[in-house]
């Protein structure tokens, strides 16, 4: 019989037919490499559209520099806020599975969409003159279709991208030890392949914008995508799935709503006589009892037992809550504060999609003396190729290394990899603002106002993208660790997500920034920090400004990262 309870998971988890998963037949690296392939053509498909649309903007929908940038920042803010819905049928009633599944298919529709918005004449805009030159002219019609296209790719990411890695992780059996080990090198892989995904997009699919035409350029996303699909049905049988729990919104309200109604009941000064099932597992399906912990005590009182509770009879939630439940409430208030400290960072990481192409764009994007010319928003893919050279050196050369000395078994706190990810990105900002510095220098001493390429090397602007995917390897992913192994076990899609909204706040921060800064700065009639001809700008002002925000960001995250408690598991499921 003990042989028998061990060949099966203890983390909860079913197979594909519903029945108890079996170790030898599912999940572990059998399961990753479906999850991985969908997640790499998932995100060539995301940033082979996304890495240059500040140019389609711009030039082809006829657009200024800084109403391109901020619709750029404003759509990628919206594909990082969409998780939070995917996230909640995933959590409540759909499971993880069949959420990337239909958000799938909701993707491809929008990527074909959007192929035949930019190759079908009549839906395309009306272009004259020679290619990267050419003068555009374009109807409300046009642009409305393709911003229908672009938001329907928008809510196809948002069931994707909070169930994808949490889903990976789920394969590895919290309650194995062994399994256990390998969760974290999960999350590193699992970067990993988004950024070989994001390597082919920015140098290939760029390229294929700039000189094939954009109906290539998005079509070949489209077909990546619908690749990603076919792999990730492929594992079906393979796969490891966690129930449902039913809605984490509600469980959270009842806990709230209790708590208020009990506010005058003192809390016993012994923590057992706290309201929990006898049984050994939690009445949330899917989810694990979660230990009682002594911060936010108000919330306790949800689970103290009053006459008028009648628990002989059935328990009513809105009235007495169990502590795993109460438990799972303040494991979503403590990160709050550290996740509020990912917006700036993430401002930091949008400057790439778009004022660090607008700064590219006024270099020299010449290959040496030949005639080949570098897409501006190709440069990022020195960020890819960043975190493509870190990752495997963190998890095969920093986590042993640094295992000795801390005795962590995964060498670094992820609260540790986060804060080293965000003293680098200060150092991004910084590389960015010294590199206009001393072109607009250059341009001043040599009165390069109106050249369309100062004779400058878009090179220099190599470091602070590599410095940016530096920051990434330890943030990112430190923070998708974090949120994933920090989450009650019936809510990790919801904050993964979390996790992931900080994206979007941090677009929509950068977009907020531009339209103060631009308003300010453009004042009795000056031309302004972000003109369209940076030559005459000062965007170096606004990358200090960044510069500046990162350095008060990190001094909070130290603050709040001494004051966080992890959570404690009790018990196993069945």
């Known amino acids: 019989m003990g042989e028998e ?17 079996d170790k030898t037949k599912t999940g572990t690296w059998k399961a990753c490499p479906f999850i991985l392939g969908n997640e790499c053509c998932e995100r060539l498909a995301y940033y082979g559209m996304s890495t240059n649309l500040v140019r389609y903007f711009k030039h082809q929908l006829d657009q200024s520099s800084s109403t391109a940038s901020k619709n750029v920042l404003d759509w990628s803010g919206t594909c990082y806020i969409t998780p939070l819905i995917g996230a909640f049928l995933a959590d409540a009633y759909l499971g993880r599975y069949w959420t990337i599944a239909i958000f799938s298919i909701i993707y491809v529709i929008g990527m074909t969409f959007l192929t035949v918005t930019a190759s079908v004449s009549g839906l395309k805009p009306v272009c004259h003159g020679p290619r990267g030159e050419e003068t555009c002219q374009v109807t409300d019609a046009q642009s409305a279709t393709f911003f229908v296209a672009l938001y329907l790719i928008a809510l196809g990411t948002g069931g994707i991208k909070p169930c994808v890695s949490s889903y990976g992780a789920d394969q590895f059996d919290d309650a194995d030890e062994a399994e256990k080990k390998h969760k974290s090198s999960f999350f590193n892989w699992f970067y990993f392949s988004i950024n070989i995904g994001a390597l082919i997009a920015s140098s290939v699919l760029v390229w294929v914008q700039d000189n094939e035409g954009w109906g290539w350029g998005f079509g070949i996303p489209a077909v990546a995508m619908a690749i990603a699909v076919v792999s990730f049905f492929s594992g079906t049988r393979l796969f490891r799935n966690q129930k449902p729990g039913g809605s984490p919104l509600t469980r959270i309200c009842q806990v709230v709503v209790a708590s208020i109604r009990k506010h005058k009941v003192e809390l016993p000064a012994d923590e057992s006589l706290l309201y929990e099932t006898a049984d050994a597992e939690s009445n949330i399906t899917g989810s694990r009892k979660l230990d009682h912990t002594k911060d936010f005590s108000f919330f306790d009182k949800a689970a103290v037992e009053i006459q008028s509770d009648n628990i002989k009879e059935s328990v009513n939630p809105w009235r007495l809550c169990t502590v795993t439940q109460v438990e799972e409430l303040k494991a979503i208030v403590r990160l709050l504060p550290i996740w509020a400290t990912g917006i700036i960072f993430s401002a930091v990481y949008s400057q790439m999609s778009s004022l660090f192409v607008l700064q590219g764009e006024r270099m020299d994007t010449h290959v040496g003396n030949s005639s080949f010319k570098i897409p501006p928003a190709s440069l990022s893919i020195f960020d890819t190729l960043s975190v493509i050279f870190w990752v495997p050196i963190y998890d095969r050369f920093i986590v042993p290394v640094t295992r000795k000395f801390t005795g962590h078994k995964n060498g670094l706190t992820q609260l540790q990899r986060m ?14 603002a010294v590199l206009e510095l001393i072109r607009l220098r250059m341009v001043r001493e040599h009165n390069y106002y109106d050249l369309p390429e100062m004779p400058m090397s878009i090179m220099w602007q190599v470091p602070q993208y590599f410095l940016i995917g530096c920051a990434e390897v330890f943030t990112f992913i430190g923070q998708l660790e974090f949120f994933y192994e920090q989450a009650p076990d019936a809510m990790r899609s919801l904050c993964s997500a979390l996790s992931l909204t900080t994206v979007a706040l941090g677009n929509y921060l950068s977009s907020l920034l531009v339209t103060i800064v631009t308003s300010i700065s453009t004042k009795n009639g000056n ?7 940076l030559n005459r700008g000062h965007l170096h002002y606004f990358f200090w400004l960044l510069t500046v925000l990162s350095v008060l960001n ?3 995250f130290l603050l709040v990262s001494k004051w966080y408690t992890y959570k404690r598991l009790v018990g196993s499921l069945r």
């Open 5 to 21: 309870e061990d060949i099966y998971t203890k983390d909860g988890t079913l197979d594909y037919k519903g029945n108890p998963a």
């Open 419 to 432: 804060g080293i990810g965000l003293f680098i990105s200060i150092l991004s900002m910084i590389a960015a």
């Open 527 to 533: 031309l302004g920090w972000i003109p369209d001809n």
């Open 554 to 556: 990190m001094g909070a």
